[in-house]
């Protein structure tokens, strides 16, 4: 019965915005964490950031402060705020809910293009 649904992504010029929402079938009270991880052609599926059930979160240091992960409980949100995009941040972006087992959105593309 989980299911995870990405929404957000989109064509950006380097150094814009963006902000990725997730929006959980089910309390994300749920799970242990909740990540977002992205896939570039040809590349490993990576973690972006996370962020636990107490609340710490965790960034890739590839990515130098420019994304936040948020969370909204009473509305079973999850939010990545993206800023200064560049070119090699294009990628499907995934959603993550982890427990005993991991569930996965279907992904929104982000392209970072002139």
């Known amino acids: 019965q989980v299911q995870l649904v990405e929404s957000g992504g989109g064509l950006v010029q380097p150094g814009g915005s963006l902000r990725l929402s997730c929006a959980v079938s089910?309390?994300?009270?749920?799970?242990?964490?909740m990540g977002w991880y992205r896939q570039a052609p040809g590349k490993e599926r990576e973690l972006v950031a996370s962020?636990?059930?107490?609340?710490?979160?965790y960034y890739s240091d590839s990515l130098k402060g420019r994304f936040t992960i948020s969370s909204d409980n009473a509305k079973n949100m999850v939010y990545l705020q993206m800023n200064s995009l560049k070119p090699e941040d294009t990628a499907v972006y995934y959603c993550?809910?982890?427990?005993?087992?991991?569930?996965w959105g279907q992904g929104t593309q982000v392209t970072v293009s002139t």
């Open positions: 089910v309390s994300i009270f749920s799970f242990l964490s």
């Open positions: 993550n809910a982890q427990t005993t087992i991991q569930y």
């Open positions: 962020i636990s059930v107490g609340g710490s979160t």
